[in-house]
């Protein structure tokens, strides 16, 4: 592999807090260690229409506190295509790159894993993600400030909740994956969970409520994943509305959980894997994403980020489910 020149940094896919951190540590390592560094905006979109820009240690200040991404995202078809990868390859040959960090989901480290392959570039990809769904890491950035902004929610739809004695079914992100619900969910004491990972009893679900009900509960909460296999917030609100005869109300959290300010620890984990990527490209390392095993900074092969299926700790929904009678 030749020897690094010049690293590009671009995000791709949805935003989460925490992804400004890792563009920071990222930049700044690169430079430090005597790297250009060229931001790409617009994810792989900018990569092919060259909206490329040299970014400095000064460029990169001020933004660790900061939600979103200063280098903004998309989700790019024509990279897909063979023709929009090796648009983009000739771009970073322009401008001398020949080093890639990528921080994304699933489908922007298909698309990294691609293009080196097909053209020999070195690729470093970095979880960020607000579904916590990539094999390889404990948590992912923007997972921590997700779960803490549905959790806020949930507090302040109790308190509805309870005024009005009614069962609320709060439905958070997750078409594949069921840690929002889980952690948010367990956090904000829910009676249940329902998540793709698991198989849906409705009727339990009902007696769980009405023994609940029965015992001086005055409202309950549901916290629902959107890809839950037995439908969404609304769906699962007529199926129970066949069962019991409640006053319920649906409320979909959507988009507020991927914005505001990072927590404390996706400014921590953003900013170790941003600084880490530097250092895996400068050891020669390539096509493999950054992850946090507890403390400890590992790196997985980009293939197996998607390939393995990141499974749910099966005794937190035990837990959850002694928890709430």
């Known amino acids: 592999m030749k020897k690094t020149k010049n690293i590009g940094v671009l995000t791709s896919g949805g935003d989460g807090p925490g992804m400004n951190a890792a563009i920071r540590a990222s930049v700044r390592t690169a430079i430090y260690y005597g790297y250009k560094v060229f931001g790409i905006y617009q994810g792989y979109t900018g990569l092919i229409h060259d909206k490329i820009t040299e970014l400095t240690s000064r460029d990169v200040g001020g933004i660790i506190n900061r939600g979103g991404t200063i280098l903004q995202t998309s989700r790019c078809k024509e990279f897909?295509?063979?023709?929009?990868?090796?648009?983009?390859?000739?771009?970073?040959?322009?401008?001398?790159?020949?080093?890639?960090?990528?921080?994304?989901?699933?489908g922007s480290f298909r698309g990294l894993h691609d293009?080196?392959?097909?053209?020999?570039?070195?690729?470093?990809?970095?979880?960020?993600?607000?579904?916590?769904?990539?094999?390889?890491?404990?948590?992912?950035?923007?997972?921590?400030?997700?779960?803490?902004?549905?959790?806020?929610?949930?507090?302040?739809?109790?308190?509805?909740?309870?005024?009005?004695?009614?069962?609320?079914?709060?439905?958070?992100?997750?078409?594949?994956?069921?840690?929002?619900?889980?952690?948010?969910?367990?956090?904000?004491?829910?009676?249940?969970?329902?998540?793709?990972?698991?198989?849906?009893?409705?009727?339990?679900?009902?007696?769980?409520?009405?023994?609940?009900?029965?015992?001086?509960?005055?409202?309950?909460?549901?916290?629902?994943?959107?890809?839950?296999?037995?439908?969404?917030a609304f769906e699962i609100k007529k199926k129970i509305e066949k069962v019991v005869n409640w006053e319920i109300r649906v409320s979909i959290l959507g988009h507020i959980q991927r914005g505001g300010s990072p927590m404390a620890i996706d400014r921590l984990i953003a900013t170790r894997m941003g600084y880490e990527a530097v250092l895996a490209i400068k050891r020669g390392e390539t096509d493999k994403m950054v992850g946090m095993d507890k403390d400890t900074a590992i790196l997985t092969p980009l293939k197996k980020t998607w390939t393995i299926k990141k499974k749910i700790d099966p005794s937190l929904v035990k837990m959850l489910d002694i928890l709430s009678t």
């Open 115 to 232: 293009l080196i392959n097909e053209f020999k570039i070195q690729g470093i990809g970095l979880p960020g993600t607000i579904d916590n769904d990539l094999f390889g890491t404990d948590f992912t950035i923007g997972f921590d400030t997700a779960v803490n902004t549905a959790l806020d929610a949930i507090d302040r739809i109790r308190d509805t909740a309870t005024s009005h004695a009614r069962l609320f079914i709060i439905e958070v992100m997750g078409r594949h994956s069921g840690y929002l619900a889980e952690y948010s969910g367990i956090g904000g004491g829910a009676e249940d969970i329902l998540i793709p990972e698991t198989i849906t009893d409705i009727k339990k679900i009902c007696d769980k409520l009405e023994k609940g009900h029965r015992n001086g509960k005055r409202s309950s909460i549901l916290v629902v994943a959107e890809g839950d296999e037995a439908g969404n």
């Open 80 to 106: 897909r295509e063979y023709n929009g990868r090796k648009c983009a390859f000739e771009n970073m040959k322009k401008y001398d790159m020949n080093a890639l960090i990528v921080i994304g989901g699933d």
